[in-house]
Every structure is written in structure tokens, then in C-alpha cells.
């Protein structure tokens, strides 16, 4: 049986961490500001983009809202860039633009 968790360091999971960082500096936000709009402290912010924090599904929902994004179409578009491929699975670029 495969283990389904992803590493903190896959491509997956790298390339949504850039999406993140890169939308919150599309709007302008420090990682302070982000954390104010989340109601978190903001070291979580930086954790998440580095890899440090793993985001779970109603995490990833209030991030995606804090970010502007509507969550399942952030899902939607990252299903549509990953193609599963012999148990493996394979990134193709997405402008970020699209996400908004």
C-alpha cells in the first residue's frame, strides 16, 4: 500500500504554497496582514508558505477566503493541473491569474 501523504516538500504541495504567496503579494498583504485578516498569528502565514504547517480542508477553505479565492475553485483548478500517472502525479504550469 502506497502512502497517500504527500511530503511537505512535493511538487504539489511546493507549487500550492507559491500559489499562496504569490496571491497574497498580488493583493498587497503582508504576511501580518494576512494573519490579521485569519485571525491567526502571523508566524502561521510564514509557516505555511515554507512548508512548515500542512493546511487541512477547513484550514485551506478560511485561507483560500482570506486570499480572495473562492476554495473549490482553487480545488477545481488544481485538480486540472495535476494528471494522475502511474500512481504518480505530474504539474503543469497554471497562471495564477486564473485562481481569481
Not at 2 to 22: G, I, K, P
Not at 42 to 64: A, M, W
Request: aromatic share 8%; charged share 20%.
Amino acid at each position: 500500500m502506497r502512502n497517500m501523504r504527500l511530503s511537505v516538500h512535493s511538487v504539489e504541495l511546493t507549487y500550492l504554497r507559491h500559489l499562496f504567496t504569490q496571491r497574497r503579494l498580488e493583493l498587497g498583504l503582508s504576511q501580518r496582514a494576512l494573519a490579521d485578516r485569519l485571525g491567526v498569528v502571523y508566524s502561521f502565514i510564514g509557516k505555511v508558505e515554507t512548508g512548515d504547517r500542512r493546511l487541512d480542508i477547513f484550514e485551506f477553505v478560511q485561507y483560500c477566503t482570506g486570499l480572495e479565492w473562492n476554495a473549490l475553485e482553487v480545488l477545481q483548478d488544481l485538480m486540472s493541473v495535476c494528471e494522475q500517472q502511474n500512481n504518480h502525479f505530474l504539474l503543469t504550469a497554471l497562471p495564477t491569474s486564473q485562481l481569481k
